[in-house]
T-cell receptor
Framework: KAGVTQTPRYLIKTRGQQVTLSCSPI?????VSWYQQTPGQGLQFLFEYFSETQRNKGNFPGRFSGRQFSNSRSEMNVSTLELGDSALYLC????????????FGPGTRLTVT | LAKTTQPISMDSYEGQEVNITCSHN???????ITWYQQFPSQGPRFIIQGYKTKVTNEVASLFIPADRKSSTLSLPRVSLSDTAVYYC?????????FGSGTKLNVKP
């Protein structure tokens, strides 16, 4: 099976702009989670989607949002970008019955200038 | 917020066995314990999971005592390629809290 794919892999944006990141989970996986990783804060949970519904949300401002489509592909959006949003954004998918085993994509490196 | 606790860093030499211990003081009765490995600029990779006693796969062994308040990831005969960050995330209502992990540095 193909692994989790994320596009784009690298992105440079200007403060105040918005950005959309895409994630395609492993075929058959219905749960998709998003994480933000920075040197200072480590790996932090953003939100999780299952069957097009957001089931859980981490402690991030409303500028961070996401959605999941009927084919389980997911997107996350960050509006009004701030310098502190520069990070590696990781997407992970998991099978319905094994939440503990998450498969991560390579991530999207976002740089905000 | 309940979380797991693990050493910030560890050093080892090639060929040695490495044991990384994690504290799970607030683990829920039904939750499994999992470990992940992360190389720079890559997403974490699932290594192993267990509920109690010992679990072994081709990569590592996981030891969990009866009280489940801690776990130990054992990597046999490490090589330079095992240099990475190892996480024992806390799991709560479909959320993983990864923390900062343990940075393992394997020296030649």
């Amino acid at each position: 099976k193909a692994g989790v794919t994320q596009t784009p892999r690298y992105l440079i944006k200007t403060r105040g702009q918005q950005v959309t990141l895409s994630c395609s989970p492993i075929s058959g996986h219905r749960s998709v989670s998003w994480y933000q990783q920075t040197p200072g804060q480590g790996l932090q949970f953003l939100f999780e989607y299952f069957s097009e519904t957001q089931r859980n949300k981490g402690n991030f401002p409303g500028r961070f949002s996401g959605r999941q489509f009927s084919n389980s592909r997911s997107e996350m959006n960050v509006s009004t970008l701030e310098l502190g949003d520069s990070a590696l954004y990781l997407c992970a998918s998991s099978p319905r019955d094994t939440y503990y085993e998450q498969y991560f994509g390579p991530g999207t490196r976002l740089t905000v200038t | 917020l309940a979380k797991t606790t693990q050493p910030i860093s560890m050093d080892s030499y090639e060929g040695q066995e490495v044991n990384i211990t994690c504290s799970h003081n607030n683990i829920a009765t039904n939750d499994y314990i999992t470990w992940y490995q992360q190389f720079p600029s890559q997403g974490p990779r699932f290594i192993i999971q267990g509920y109690k006693t010992k679990v072994t796969n081709e990569v590592a062994s996981l030891f969990i005592p009866a009280d489940r308040k801690s776990s130990t990831l054992s990597l046999p005969r490490v090589s330079l390629s095992d240099t990475a960050v190892y996480y024992c995330p806390f799991y709560n209502f479909n959320k993983f809290y990864f923390g900062s992990g343990t940075k393992l540095n394997v020296k030649p």
